[in-house]
């Protein structure tokens, strides 16, 4: 790994700013927890970093973390670029603001009583969410630089399990065949909810 953090519960805090991470054959930044404690509530930022060419560029298995924030990174051909994995008291997972290369990366996130998935740059990714209570995907740009010549966006965003979804404010730029208008067509996943929750899709 990169940087490795153990959380025992005595991490109540942890930061990580303008840095840069290559080539890590397993995990850039790996945030794990050793001991579950009820009462501690740790927070993670994650800030202006750089993440080029490592395995998995963020990986959070942490049930004792309240609030996560995943904010203005560069993701560049990492193969899981952020999987956050929460718990049952797991507050808000946010990612805002990262900008993800035409890598075919994949965002995980998994367990959080908030996800926020907001004004992302996601060419040609992979979102998959699973077990959160309430999900916000809102003003995120999607495109493909490569696919003018009818190549199918790779962009895959996967919901399961979840709560109140919402979808808002999206631009999608589609790949179009070579000398025509016609727009090849990105997916929406949204399947296997075991509750019966409110699917929210507009602008």
Do not use: W
């Amino acid at each position: 790994h990169g940087v490795s953090v153990l959380n025992a519960g005595d991490n109540l805090e942890s930061l990580f700013i303008n840095n840069e991470f290559n080539n890590c054959k397993k995990r850039a930044i790996n945030m794990t927890s050793t001991t579950q404690i009820k009462n501690i509530k740790a927070e993670l930022y994650v800030k202006n970093n750089i993440f080029i060419n490592n395995d998995k560029a963020l990986f959070m298995d942490d049930q004792n973390m309240k609030h996560c924030t995943i904010d203005e990174n560069y993701f560049d051909n990492n193969k899981d670029a952020v999987v956050l994995l929460g718990g049952k008291k797991t507050g808000d997972l946010k990612v805002t603001g990262n900008f993800y290369t035409a890598s075919n990366q994949k965002l995980e996130v998994r367990k959080a009583s908030l996800c926020h998935l907001t004004h992302n740059n996601l060419s040609n990714s992979k979102i998959h969410i699973r077990g959160c209570d309430d999900i916000l995907i809102h003003g995120n740009f999607y495109d493909n630089p490569g696919s003018k010549r009818g190549k199918c966006l790779d962009n895959e965003v996967c919901v399961k399990l979840g709560g109140h979804l919402t979808v808002s404010h999206n631009r999608i730029l589609k790949g179009r065949v070579k000398n025509e208008v016609k727009e090849t067509f990105d997916t929406l996943n949204i399947t296997a909810y075991e509750r019966h929750p409110a699917v929210t899709i507009h602008d």
